[in-house]
């Protein structure tokens, strides 16, 4: 298998404009999650699904976060607009089943996003 | 409300043995403990699972007390491309995200 796949790896954008970034989770995997990583806070969970519905989004910072899983094969994660202060690694992984359970999460490379 | 707690960072030689602590006081029953490592510019990946004494792989040690109020992961005899920042996770799921956070885990820094 090939992995959790994101793109794009790299991204820089102007403060104002709409940042889409994309995942495709192991074939199979019925989770599939969000975080965000920086040097102050760490890993932080943005949000995570299973079978494609939302479960818990609490970890979005504002309304300026979206994301969207159409299909188990396909996830979003839109931010609009940018700002300098979104400027992150975001990765995407997903897992078999409940995570932690003896099930293993599997992490994307990352979309490392600059916002100037 | 962190689940977890660990040392921000550790140094260590080459060749000598790395022990990571992790306190888990509200572990439940059901509980298990999970290791990641994570190298510059990569996501996380998997190192070791246990649910209570010892566990062991190719890659490290987990030993888990009785109590299972804490863990410690062990690295043996260490080389440099073991630098890396470690996570300990507890879960499974049971309350939603809190179980899933990483947080900044322990940055290992390993010294020729």
């Known amino acids: 298998d090939a992995g959790v796949i994101q793109s794009p790896r790299h991204e820089v954008t102007e403060m104002g404009q709409e940042v889409t970034l994309r995942c495709k989770p192991i074939s199979g995997h019925d989770y599939l999650f969000w975080y965000r990583q920086t040097m102050m806070r760490g890993l932080e969970l943005l949000i995570y699904f299973n079978n494609n519905v939302p479960i818990d989004d609490s970890g979005m910072p504002e309304d300026r976060f979206s994301a969207k899983m159409p299909n188990a094969s396909f996830s979003t994660l839109k931010i609009q607009p ?7 690694v975001y990765f995407c992984a997903s897992s078999l089943s409940r995570p932690l359970s003896g099930n293993t999460i599997y992490f994307g490379e990352g979309s490392w996003l600059t916002v100037v | 409300l962190a689940k977890t ?10 060749g000598q043995e790395v022990n990571i602590t992790c306190s888990h006081n509200n572990i439940a029953t059901n509980d298990y403990i999970t290791w990641y490592q994570q190298f510059p510019s990569q996501g996380p990946r998997f190192i070791i699972q246990g649910y209570k004494t010892k566990v062991t792989n190719e890659v490290a040690s987990l030993f888990i007390p009785a109590d299972r109020k804490s ?4 690295l043996p005899r ?23 956070f990483f947080g900044t885990g322990t940055r290992l820094t390993v010294i020729p």
Do not use: F, H, K
Request: one cysteine or more; a negative charge.
């Open chain 2, 78 to 100: 260490v080389s440099l491309s073991d630098t890396a920042v470690y996570y300990c996770l507890v879960g499974p799921d049971q309350t939603g995200a809190n179980n899933l």
């Open chain 2, 5 to 14: 707690t660990q040392p921000i960072s550790m140094d260590s030689y080459e």
């Open chain 1, 82 to 88: 940018s700002e300098p202060r979104d400027s992150a």
């Open chain 2, 71 to 74: 863990s410690t992961l062990s």
